[in-house]
Nanobody, 124 residues
Framework: QVQLVESGGGSVQAGGSLRLSCAVS????????VSWFRQAPGKEREGVAA????????HYADSVKGRFSIWRDDAKSTLFLTMNSLKPEDTGMYYC?????????????????WGQGTQVTVSS
């Protein structure tokens, strides 16, 4: 059974940084994608960053390129999302999700395993 557990959210002022963690378990190999999504109140869920574990291919939403970085600690089977230069529009509930095969790595419909979410609030 695949499980994802997020942590690391919090409140920060604009320009600050946060690091989110997603502990992944249950996959028998490294042939899977892990992605971060976020959802602000009244808005649709948005793909932020995605990484293919085997090989390390990455995708980022245009809104976070150059500010966010997705990476993995192989020893801990944990994915991290480092978020720098945070803006108020980055505020939302952040979720990590995993899937064995995807066509569009930043599309939420591609993923069937989700964590519980962690809140990120950026104040101006």
């Amino acid at each position: 059974q695949v499980q994802l557990v997020e942590s690391g959210g919090g409140s920060v002022q604009a320009g600050g940084s946060l690091r989110l963690s997603c502990a992944v378990s249950g996959y028998p190999s490294t042939r899977y994608w892990v992605s971060w999504f976020r959802q602000a109140p009244g808005k649709e869920r948005e793909g932020v960053a995605a990484r293919y574990i085997r090989g390390g291919a990455e995708h980022y939403a245009d809104s976070v390129k150059g500010r966010f970085s997705i990476w993995r600690d192989d020893a801990k089977s944990t994915l991290f999302l480092t978020m720098n230069s945070l803006k108020p529009e980055d505020t939302g509930m952040y979720y990590c999700a995993a899937a064995g095969s995807v066509t569009f790595p930043l599309a939420s419909s591609e993923y069937d395993n989700w964590g519980q979410g962690t809140q990120v609030t950026v104040s101006s």
